[in-house]
């Protein structure tokens, strides 16, 4: 299973917008990078997943640059609600793989 | 999209009692779901991972027969936490992986609610 690294935390302030990077140097061909979002005393929330290049719905974009050993997850334009742990994670879609979670980037937005 | 709950959303039990949790896929049905733990300011760690029809396969530490996992139908997990200690007192999230998710745009694990236990 990668390993993934992030930022423990990062703070913002409404309006901006948001970049939160993830390094997963180990990341194997068959993976897909997902992103999950966690409120206190809340289960995570699917955001975004991709294998490459750019993706994006209608909260969020994920970039993955060529060589796939890092993504970042862009918030456009955040809210006070958007204060949340932010996990990334990588794993094989095709298969019921479990999912590692590491420790998240805890995002602070402020007024 | 698919919705995953879990019953009770909290709970608070004596020591040395069982305490009984249900993770439901309400709209899917779900062969694997997964049993993580969360305590306050940590990240969530896996627990087991529940097989329909199967027993389920336990990470590393985690004692099998202190956390019962039962899989009997393709929309309802349940983990028993048997005499349970102050210790076990954590918030219990299941996760639920659609079973025809196979070749849709979007492959991914759907999470509960989570349950709060207290154990005094």
């Known amino acids: 299973l990668a390993k993934t690294t992030q930022p423990i935390s990062m703070d913002s302030y409404e309006g901006q917008e948001v970049n939160i990077t993830c390094s997963h140097n180990n990341i194997a061909t068959n993976d897909y990078i997902t992103w999950y979002q966690q409120f206190p005393s809340q289960g995570p929330r699917f955001i975004i997943q991709g294998y490459k290049t750019k993706v994006t719905n209608e909260v969020a974009s994920l970039f993955i640059p060529a060589d796939r050993k890092s993504s970042t997850l862009s918030l456009p334009r955040v809210s006070l609600s958007d204060t949340a742990v932010y996990y990334c994670l990588v794993g094989y879609r095709g298969g019921f793989q479990k999912l590692v979670f590491g420790t998240g980037t805890r995002l602070l937005v402020s007024p | 999209g698919a919705v995953v709950s879990q019953h009770p959303s909290w709970v608070i039990c004596k020591s040395g009692t069982s305490v009984k949790i249900e993770c439901r896929s309400l709209?899917?049905?779900?062969?694997?779901m997964f049993w993580y733990r969360q305590f306050p300011k940590q990240s969530l760690m896996l627990m087991a991972t529940?097989?329909?029809?199967?027993?389920?396969?336990?990470e590393q530490g985690v004692e099998k027969d202190k956390f019962l996992i039962n899989h009997a139908s393709l929309t309802l997990s349940t983990l028993t936490v048997t005499s349970a200690h102050p210790e076990d007192s954590s918030f219990y999230i299941c996760?639920?992986?659609?079973?025809?998710?196979?070749?849709?745009?979007?492959?991914?694990?759907?999470f509960g609610p989570g349950t709060r236990l207290t154990v005094l």
């Open positions: 996760s639920a992986r659609d079973r025809l998710a196979g070749g849709r745009d979007t492959d991914t694990q759907y």
């Open positions: 709209d899917f049905q779900a062969t694997t």
């Open positions: 529940s097989n329909e029809g199967s027993k389920a396969t336990y």
